[in-house]
């Protein structure tokens, strides 16, 4: 015990002391817990020369009101195996599936998952029961890693040997045992791990200055090298998700590659997903699972040589802390290698071979603002729309008109340049001040959204007229809403309507 010189104690009175000392039972999860189970339940603590009475845990769980007394029972009957300490139960479990059916004679034998129950009538309960039948109860899901109810063997025919037994209690009898088998059980099943490296296409510097502009790799490097979390932010639809996979490609070397995973944050996201959550299998059995950060996590562990990225996309639109857990903390680079305690207990280590890009919208208004103790997590880079670039640099417009397969001289590559003009203007008077700020800009999203795709019968979307006018068309309604609050992109605005009659020539 943690006090020198006491005597050893049962495991009912370990159990009695540890439940008055933390008002809980099942599982310890917090450092008192943890703390007063050493004191009270270690092994070498326990005498086991007595046996567990299940009912006098019952009592204890009465005392202090405790919650998921199954699941409790389950994991004290587990401890007690473990130990070597023989258990038994005055009979209230068993009870609920014979009492209420049949009249059952002193000292029947009836086998429960192969092994031998002697059923005491003068006690009205069981005298000694080697595996006890447990159910699944609310909430037992996040209280016990291991729990499987075993199998109940117990035939027809037994039945009808039993004294005063009629066909009609035989057929509820079996119903009900039937019902108890096909209960799910939580059991702690490995995940197959799949850590094989796999990979193809280079990717180079070069390829990734091609297709990025505005953001020099050389920030992103020297931030990265120094073992820093980046966030792309800006508005949307300027190309911060683009970035962030070329950059991860760049730092990789390849085009596609396992050692690159992309977690896109939703409202729905939760730590079970990126974690370690519950989730029932095809069998019925429930299963703790490996969420994909963690998951991905232990596979970078794996090739500690191999550089690992990972993209949080849309980083905002979850409630951020609570969807990276343990992670939030062990992505810094100070705690980079150490273990921390996942909900069921495994252990997760954050490797320094990983590297955590991530996006977000100057203006998301999802779930939350990314407050300030997440975002000095982060090198934060700021991403402007390219309107600006591609009016004031002839050399990414023409990469652009390239992009986009138009022909120079066409009336297409004429309609883009004014585009690109008249828009960025409307962006440098968000910059302006006032009431309109940088987070009213406007991204180059509807431009490139047709790059490399096709229409629903297969062909190829050309950048002609037809497919501009859609595009100015969908940039006109977004302009529309500033025009309210700022009178002067009124001119911009009837260009831009003048554009999309020339689209219609």
Not at 49 to 55: M, P, R
Not at 446 to 464: P, T
Request: aromatic share 6%; net charge negative.
């Amino acid at each position: 015990m943690g006090v020198q010189g006491m005597a050893k104690m049962s495991l009912i009175e370990g159990i009695q002391e540890y439940a008055r000392a933390t008002d809980s039972l099942g599982i310890p999860s917090s450092e008192l817990e943890k703390q007063k189970f050493e004191e009270y339940l270690a092994e070498h603590n326990i005498k086991k020369d007595s046996k567990l009475n299940l009912n006098s845990l019952r009592k204890i769980a009465n005392e202090i009101n405790a919650k998921q007394l199954k699941s409790s029972m389950a994991f004290y009957t587990r401890l007690a195996r473990l130990y070597g300490i023989e258990y038994y139960d005055t009979g209230e479990d068993i009870k609920e599936i014979t009492e209420n059916y049949i009249e059952i004679p002193e000292d029947t034998t009836i086998e429960i998952g192969g092994d031998e129950v002697i059923y005491n009538k003068e006690t009205n309960g069981v005298d000694y029961v080697e595996e006890t039948t447990q159910g699944v109860d609310e909430g037992m899901q996040s209280d016990i890693e291991t729990m499987q109810i075993p199998k109940i063997s117990l035939s027809a025919t037994t039945i009808r040997g039993l004294q005063g037994i009629s066909e009609k209690t035989v057929d509820k009898l079996v119903e009900a045992i039937q019902l108890l088998k096909a209960t799910p059980s939580i059991v702690e099943v490995e995940q197959p791990e799949t850590y094989e490296i796999d990979e193809s296409g280079k990717y180079t510097e070069y390829d990734r200055n091609e297709d990025v502009i505005g953001i020099p790799f050389s920030k992103v490097k020297n931030a990265v090298q120094r073992g820093m979390n980046v966030i792309y932010r800006g508005v949307p639809g300027c190309g911060k998700t683009h970035a962030a996979k070329c950059d991860a490609k760049a730092i990789i070397g390849f085009k596609e590659s396992n050692r690159i995973k992309q977690i896109d944050f939703t409202e729905n996201l939760d730590y079970s997903d990126t974690m370690v959550g519950l989730r029932q299998q095809e069998n019925g059995r429930w299963q703790y699972i490996k969420g994909e950060i963690a998951e991905f996590c232990a596979f970078a562990s794996k090739h500690p040589d191999n550089k690992f990225v990972l993209i949080l996309n849309e980083l905002t639109r979850a409630n951020t802390e609570a969807v990276l857990g343990q992670m939030f903390t062990a992505m810094e680079n100070k705690y980079r290698g150490d273990k921390f305690t996942l909900d069921n207990g495994d252990i997760f280590i954050c490797p320094k071979n990983l590297i955590v890009l991530a996006t977000m919208n100057g203006t998301d208004r999802g779930v939350k603002k990314l407050d300030k103790a997440t975002e000095e997590r982060f090198y934060i880079i700021d991403v402007d729309p390219l309107w600006e670039e591609w009016t004031t640099n002839e050399e990414a417009f023409d990469k652009l008109i390239d992009t986009l397969g138009i022909i120079v001289g066409t009336d297409e590559e004429d309609i883009v340049k004014r585009l690109c003009k008249e828009m960025a203007a409307i962006n440098n008077s968000c910059d302006e001040g006032g009431i309109l700020t940088a987070d009213s800009k406007i991204g180059q999203r509807q431009l490139m959204q047709f790059i490399k795709q096709k229409d629903i019968d297969g062909n190829r979307i050309v950048y002609n007229k037809e497919t501009l006018g859609i595009v100015i068309e969908q940039l006109i309604s977004r302009v529309k809403p500033l025009l309210e609050i700022n009178s002067a992109i009124e001119s911009n605005l009837d260009k831009l309507n003048e554009l999309m009659e020339k689209c219609h020539e």
